[in-house]
């Protein structure tokens, strides 16, 4: 038996309007719902029972997994009367957990995605005798990170705010949104208010002199928070980049879902996804993104890098770069949609109304 707790009562702002009727962690992802690679994963690491804890659209988690049978896992749901923020969330859902305080719990954000060894963690755990283990990355650029620093043993020394100058990247190690707590160190959070776990609880512990291991590990890490990172996230799980169980089909440019319709005169590269019931018609080029269920890209029209949401219409011969169509938005023909737009779920644009060159009113 290994337990696990799953965040996913988030809000998912940063990708709106893509969450404003679907939670963020179950946005189709190479085709499945996000969560499917977690718990495949988690599956695979040899977890057997899964909390969920909801808050936001919480009533589409168990809708979506119901027991957990596809994945052989044991699903509960818990749903929050208010976000309790991730420590609050944790703390709530430990309420469910049936294991005893000596034993690890995995704690998953819900929108990470990662090549992480997870039984290596939990196992690695137990052995060290830490009261957290918390999973730790390394980024380029650490300017958008809290920072945790650690000693040459792995130890936490700290954990820093986001650097507003170059003197405080002390480190470029980042926490990954992946911890194993002791069960009885749960139960010492406070109970039925919000609390954030990266900003009170970690550092609270530390305070205490709690043992936090820090265990750096450099696989395939993206937190896809964001319309690039959702991008990315698929086009690259798609492309085998990241291992996943749960991917629907063998890695390769492009995932063609059943029952969606792509002409053989449509372009699909970059690890391109094409949801259910999505069309691509003849001559479109469709590089790196994701086609939603049930939209349409017509003739002629280039998707770069963009999500197309649900039942959503690119026009012929638009362009997208960059870009996310909220669901049911129709995009007239040969439309050019400056990078970075979101067009609200049902906007209408007609004919050419927009052109890069013209001002941006969505
Ligand atoms: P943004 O609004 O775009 O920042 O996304 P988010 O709401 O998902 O927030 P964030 O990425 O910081 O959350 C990290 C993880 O914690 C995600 O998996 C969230 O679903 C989860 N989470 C954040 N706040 C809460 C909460 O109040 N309750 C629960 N149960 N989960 C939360």
């Keep these: 038996m290994s337990e ?17 009727s679907t939670p963020k962690p179950l946005l ?9 690679h ?5 599956a695979e690491a040899g977890v057997t029972r899964v909390v969920f804890a909801t808050s936001y659209l919480a009533e589409c988690f168990e809708a979506e997994f119901g027991t957990g049978d596809a994945f052989g896992l044991d699903l509960v749901y818990v749903t929050e009367t208010e976000p309790l923020g991730t420590g ?3 703390r709530n859902a430990a309420r469910h957990l049936t294991c005893g305080g000596d034993e690890p719990v995995l704690v998953f954000n819900g929108d990470i995605l990662s090549g992480l060894d997870v039984a290596g963690l939990r196992d690695g755990h137990a052995a060290s005798g830490a009261d957290v283990s918390l999973h ?4 380029p650029d650490p300017r958008a990170f809290g920072l945790v620093p650690t000693d040459p043993e792995g130890r936490v020394l700290g954990f820093l705010e986001k650097p507003t100058s170059d003197a405080e990247i002390v480190t470029d190690q980042v926490n990954a949104g992946c911890y194993v707590f002791t069960r009885t160190v749960i139960d010492r959070i406070p109970d039925g208010r919000p609390v954030s776990v990266e900003r009170e609880t970690f550092p609270a512990l530390l305070a205490e002199g709690a043992h936090l291991r820090g265990v750096l590990d450099d696989s395939y890490w993206l937190d896809l928070g964001t319309p690039a990172a959702f991008v990315r996230g698929s ?4 492309q085998g980049l990241v291992h996943s169980p749960a991917l629907p089909g063998s890695p390769g440019q492009a995932l063609v879902l059943a029952s969606a319709h792509v002409d053989p005169l449509a372009v699909l590269t970059a690890g391109t996804t094409v949801c259910e019931g999505a069309v691509v018609e003849a001559g479109a080029i469709v590089e790196g993104s994701v086609v939603l269920p049930g939209s349409r890209v017509e003739a002629d029209a ?19 770069h960059d870009v996310v169509v909220g669901d049911s938005a129709y995009i007239g023909p040969h439309n050019e949609i400056p990078s970075g ?3 609200a779920c049902g906007t209408a644009l007609a004919a050419q109304a927009l052109r890069t060159s013209a001002p941006v009113q969505v």
């Design 4 to 20: 696990a707790i799953l965040l996913v009562g988030g809000r998912g702002t940063r990708l709106r309007p893509l969450t404003t």
């Design 28 to 36: 189709r992802v190479a085709g499945v719902p996000f969560l499917a």
């Design 38 to 42: 977690q718990l495949a994963r988690a």
């Design 88 to 90: 609050g969330a944790i």
């Design 136 to 139: 730790l990355t390394r980024v």
């Design 235 to 238: 086009a690259d799980l798609v």
């Design 302 to 320: 280039v998707v770069h890098r963009s999500v197309v949401g649900r039942h959503a219409v690119v026009g012929t011969g638009s362009t997208l």
């Design 341 to 343: 737009v979101r067009l």
